[in-house]
């Protein structure tokens, strides 16, 4: 059955919905929301605290007025009830103006800001009232409502078979898939969702789990190529001038074991920044080029391909660095120098999954910083050989029980040692009252040739964040310190632009580097002592700590100074974790006592089936009774074991079918 035999969709209608990649009914029950406005719990206006979300229910004091603010159409609502007034705000979205009248009753929910008197902008409006309402991601012409009807008409009029065996409902307290699939999309209670959220979180999990090892099991009797490893490793250190960590030997050899053997190398090895990384991925490329293969390194950003390319050529005088910003002209060449077989080590980023770039004899495939990768990218790249050795890397720790479940499909390998001789970074808070006292001190230090790093959440100043932005930030520092070279780096830069910053900034030129994000991933300065991060209530853990790693990599103490404005009781907490503690490891534990896994799945990108947002509930304890069942299944009735498996297999195929084309 096609979604356009349904009541009510039409050919155009389907046609919007396909766009979304729904094209039956089963596709369209499986579309889960994105998020869910809860109206069943509204608070008194008077009762809303600063940055916290809430739902509140007033009335419309008068009609809505429209104010130009930094070149943005802002509509204003003042609603009010027994207990105060608060104003709604809307950026750019002019239809508001004849959305509301005087008088209206209007269910709002939004983050409340209190700056200047209360306000919470860009809020979700309720006009139906309470309840707990789904919002689904959409394209422009499908409404909310219409992907709600669709659903409805789906519950109403097919036959939702149970897919689980019945005995696992009771033994992993699941509810019936029927009525898990209407709580999904119509919330009775908060109680109810979340019964519905842990039923379809676990099947979810459960096909994940049984795609993966089906995949392992098929990866197992795949013939790769053994590389000859003898004396490698011997003759490979001694070019090195430094002695490896005991971890990053334990590692070495692990690779190295590997890639002897004709089943295919799928490892992840995961470690703390700083922690040596690359040098586990130039000995894989060491191995592959001395057996006459060509390997290839995945990089996120042109900034982080650029690093690996200046650090491997020194290795590999014929690597090549292949990104987005080549001209036409360039990536011809290259393209042509890799297909004949010209470069044996290639490092680039997203362009190389290009159907023009083609590998003559590919061996190794290495993504950096993997889970910026999508699932089905890196099954891509790894496409463009015939079986080849993988490796994926990322600093970016979460507790091994989490790891040996969410990379089932991949063996691990952890370096949990640093470098002897580095030194811990220390952590600061620091008031906003010392703000100044601090940037004197970086000028300070730039004179010794210390750099330093300035992050800021934002690029440009938006209504509802009451930090600097860092076009305000340069410009209060440059006034500040008119003696030292500032720089500034953010993602809307031309590739060129970024290059040329990062350039001045490790040559010295430049002292200071404001920046976003952009710097969180890779980038090596060793002259780098400082990193200051402002609004760091706005970052989450991971964040935190990656960005503090960007310093601590010479031989001088560094430190990193959070600042902040007004924080939240579990922006606090993330401060205090990043105050006690340096480990990467201890501090993804935390994070995960925090917040629970859902939101660690991150670092598994889209073309997973878990993917879907319904995961943001999902819990250590789902992940390990949904793998649990992912084991038993072969015990089932042939009929049930058969399906179940199927399901999974077809789920798995359709991610390779995407990455094939």
């Not at 894989?284 to 996120?300: F, T």
């Not at 650090?311 to 660095?321: E, Q, S």
């Amino acid at each position: 059955m096609e979604l356009i035999d349904l009541k009510g969709i039409g050919p155009k209608r389907a046609a919007l919905f396909a766009e979304l990649g729904i094209h039956t009914p089963t596709d369209l029950l499986e579309f889960y929301p994105r998020e869910y406005l809860d109206y069943t719990q509204i608070i008194p206006i008077r009762d809303a605290k600063d940055g916290e979300r809430v739902s509140i229910c007033g009335t419309a004091q008068a009609d809505p007025t429209v104010f130009y603010y930094k070149g943005k159409y802002i509509v204003s609502l003042r609603i009010a009830d027994a207990s105060g007034k608060v104003t709604l705000r809307w950026m750019n979205q002019p239809y508001r103006m004849n959305q509301f009248h005087s008088g209206d009753v209007i269910f709002a929910n939004g983050v409340v800001n209190r700056k200047r008197g209360a306000a919470i902008y860009n809020p979700q409006i309720n006009q139906a009232g309470g309840g707990i309402i789904p919002i689904y991601e959409s394209v422009k012409g499908l409404t909310q409502t219409a992907i709600h009807a669709a659903v409805k008409e789906i519950l109403d009029t097919c036959e939702i078979s149970e897919t689980l065996p019945e005995d696992w409902l009771s033994r992993y307290h699941l509810i019936n898939y029927r009525t898990a699939l209407h709580e999904i999309h119509f919330p009775s209670s908060a109680n109810a969702l979340n019964a519905a959220k842990r039923r379809v979180s676990f099947e979810q999990t459960f096909l994940y789990f049984t795609a993966i090892r089906t995949a392992k099991h098929e990866r197992e009797y795949k013939n790769g190529f053994a590389f000859r490893t003898d004396h490698t490793l011997s003759t490979f250190l001694k070019t090195i001038p430094f002695a490896p960590t005991e971890a990053q030997m334990r590692v070495l050899r692990e690779v190295e074991s590997d890639m002897r053997e004709h089943m295919p190398m799928n490892r992840l090895i995961q470690g703390d920044v700083g922690s040596g990384k690359t040098l586990i991925a130039e000995y894989a490329l060491y191995i592959a080029a001395a057996n006459g293969k060509q390997g290839v390194m995945l990089a996120p950003t042109e900034l982080l391909a650029e690093q690996h390319y200046h650090t491997l050529k020194k290795r590999f005088p014929d690597a090549v660095l292949y990104t987005g910003s080549l001209t036409a002209k360039e990536k011809n060449t290259l393209s042509a120098q890799i297909a004949n077989g010209e470069c044996r080590v290639v490092i680039g980023t997203h362009a190389l999954l290009s159907e023009t770039v083609r590998f003559r004899d590919l061996g190794l495939v290495i993504t950096d910083e993997q889970h910026r990768f999508g699932v089905l990218q890196r099954a891509k790249i790894e496409t463009k050989g015939l079986c080849p050795d993988v490796m994926v890397m990322s600093a970016t720790p979460i507790p091994r029980t989490l790891a040996l479940l969410l990379y089932a499909d991949l063996d691990l390998s952890v370096i949990d040692m640093l470098p002897p001789g580095r030194k811990p970074i220390k952590t600061h808070f620091v008031t906003q009252a010392r703000r100044h006292d601090l940037y004197r001190h970086l000028a300070e230090s730039a004179e010794h040739n210390e750099r330093a790093y300035v992050v800021c959440p934002l690029i440009e100043p938006t209504e509802g964040y009451e930090g600097l932005s860092l076009e305000e930030l340069s410009a209060e520092i440059k006034a500040m310190l008119p003696n030292t070279a500032i720089g500034t780096l953010h993602g809307q830069m031309t590739e060129t632009d970024k290059r040329r910053v990062m350039d001045e900034f490790r040559s010295g030129s430049v002292s200071i580097l404001i920046s976003t994000t952009v710097v969180e991933v890779g980038v090596d300065v060793p002259e780098a002592t400082s990193m200051v991060i402002e609004g760091a209530d706005h970052f989450g853990l991971a964040t935190l700590h990656q960005l503090r790693g960007r310093v601590g990599r010479g031989d001088k103490q560094s430190h990193c100074y959070l600042l902040a404005q007004k924080m939240t009781e579990q922006a606090k907490q993330r401060m205090e974790i990043m105050l006690q503690s340096g480990d990467g490891f201890v501090i993804a534990q935390k994070d995960l006592d925090m917040r629970g896994s859902g939101d660690l799945f991150g670092v598994r990108q889209s073309g997973d089936g878990v993917m879907a947002g319904i995961l943001s509930g999902c819990t250590v304890e789902i992940l390990e009774a949904a793998s649990k069942a992912a084991e038993e299944i072969s015990a089932l009735p042939t009929i049930q074991y058969n399906a179940l498996l199927e399901k999974a297999q077809n789920r798995f195929k359709t991610m390779q079918q995407i990455a094939h084309n």
